[in-house]
């Protein structure tokens, strides 16, 4: 079996008023255990336009293990309908990080809930999804 495809889906839009909507939200959270989007903080390390260097590290790492065939990375307006309607029939919330397998659906790897205890770190999130992706090995 191949290596998934890791998603990683923002809880933000990619348009313009999407990014300005998402700093207000972001500027304005008090509360610092449910951030507005912790895979934001991961990858971007908050507001920033740009990944941090420490997340292109993990995920260049996630890429070179072999743990994962590649890495995806979206925001919500920039879903497919495939996504879109998994997203929904599962309930879940956004952010969440999603695998995918050649010729298989998606799985739900970490919620909303689990991306907030990282607190933006992408190295624990990394060693995170390792340890998840190879105990899902076993789980078919």
Not at 35 to 54: N, R, V, W
Not at 92 to 113: H, I, N, R, T, Y
Not at 125 to 137: N, T, V
Request: net charge neutral.
């Amino acid at each position: 079996m191949s290596a998934p495809t890791l998603y990683i889906l923002y809880n933000a839009d990619a348009s313009i008023m999407g990014k300005l909507s998402y700093g207000y939200k972001k500027l304005t959270n008090k509360d610092q255990d449910k951030p507005t989007c912790a895979a934001c903080d991961i990858t971007h390390g908050g507001l920033s336009l740009d990944e941090t260097s420490q997340w292109k590290s993990a995920k260049a790492e996630l890429v070179e293990s072999g743990a994962v065939r590649q890495v995806k990375q979206f925001h919500r307006d920039e879903l497919d309908a495939e996504t879109k309607a998994f997203i929904q029939s599962q309930g879940l919330k956004f952010p969440v990080v999603l695998a995918q397998d050649d010729g298989s659906g998606f799985k739900c790897v970490m919620s909303s809930e689990e991306l907030a205890a990282f607190k933006g770190n992408p190295q624990t999130f990394m060693q995170s999804i390792r340890q998840k992706l190879e105990e899902s090995k076993g789980v078919s």
